[in-house]
């Protein structure tokens, strides 16, 4: 079964904390959402709109480009 977004995404930021070394909060700074949503994402749980995820792919690549790395996403 191929992987999901939700999949994709809670990765994604679970590798951005890896490679920062940031808390949840500092996270969800970085990315100007909520607390609880941030929570979400990481777990593959909730519903980000596609303007949510593409804020947080931007705040990576400016703040941790190498989470992006090709390898990573195992395509």
């Known amino acids: ?25 500092e996270m969800a700074l970085d990315f100007q959402i909520t607390l609880s949503n941030l929570y979400q994402y990481r777990n593959g749980n909730g519903n980000p ?8 792919i931007q ?9 992006l790395k090709k390898n990573f996403w195992d395509l």
Do not use: R, W
């Open 1 to 25: 079964m191929a992987k999901t977004v939700s999949n994709y995404l809670a990765e994604l930021l679970q590798k951005y904390q890896e490679l920062t070394k940031k808390t949840c909060t």
């Open 49 to 56: 709109t596609a303007k949510t995820i593409d804020k947080i």
């Open 59 to 67: 705040a990576i690549e400016e703040t941790c480009p190498e989470a």
